[in-house]
């Protein structure tokens, strides 16, 4: 029975996060449009995108490319299913950091200036990134005494309670994830950026379509992982998770993008002060009741 249940919440997953990711950011685009005072596009205009370029001509910088964008969809999908399926949460974070080593190859494949830029600032994204999603694992592993979600989601234990400073630095880091100011470095959807499409400034057509659609996928891993610390509430993680999505537009319409290095320090130092801390703290009250 419990196989069951995993492949089919794996199998919802596949299915439904497209169009949950799609319609998330068809609602974003027409906030960030009434923030700028603009009508801005419809809801679904994500998924006319998408459509478009699927069924664009096919040019490449590299043919690689596609090989490339292929495996950073497979994986990101690999690794929801993964998470939704109830499996290891630690495998999840390690999946993700290897689906974005795709992403990387392909913008260094196209062997031009800005998506080269786009690519090193991505894998910055990358090494700032993981070192919070394992300090959360490992949070959810102190608190639960597993790494698999099923045993997340089941136990009675309220994990915001014990990891605040975890949930706080993963919001931090969802900034950079989503691709939102002020630490959108690697791309943006902003024209008045710096760098506004750099690691994907080569990808068109297909190769471009899978890239979003990945990050749909993402996206809802991502809001997932937020919602694993309100598991015994799950009403109330539904109103946190938007309310942090909504904040994250909030940010995202306010501030510019800061520089690479200021993102590093920033959410290193947000890593170490909260994620870190909270993790020490917890560990020592852990020793002391033992």
Known sequence: MNIVMAAAGAVLFLILAPVLGGLISGVDRVLTARMQSRRGPPVLQPFYDISKLWHKERAFANPVEMILTSGYLILIAFSGAILF????????VFALALSHTFLILAAYA??????????????????VAEPILILLAAGFFIVTGSFFVSDIVSDPTSAIVYLPGVFLALFAVLTLKLRKSPFDI???HHAHQELVKGVTSSLSGRTLAKVELAHWYETIILLAMMLL??????????????????????????????????????????????????????GILGGVMV
């Open 229 to 282: 610390f309100f598991a015994a509430n799950p009403v109330l993680g539904i109103i946190v998770v938007v309310i942090c999505y909504f904040l994250e537009i909030l940010m995202d319409n306010l501030f510019p993008r800061v520089t690479w290095k200021m993102t590093m320090k920033s959410l290193w130092t947000v890593t170490l002060i909260l994620g870190a801390a909270n993790i020490a703290v917890l």
């Open 186 to 188: 690697a791309t943006s």
């Open 110 to 127: 196209a062997n031009a200036p800005y998506s080269t830029v786009g690519a090193e600032r991505e894998l910055i994204g990358v090494m």
């Open 85 to 92: 399926s109830g499996g290891d949460l630690l495998l999840v």
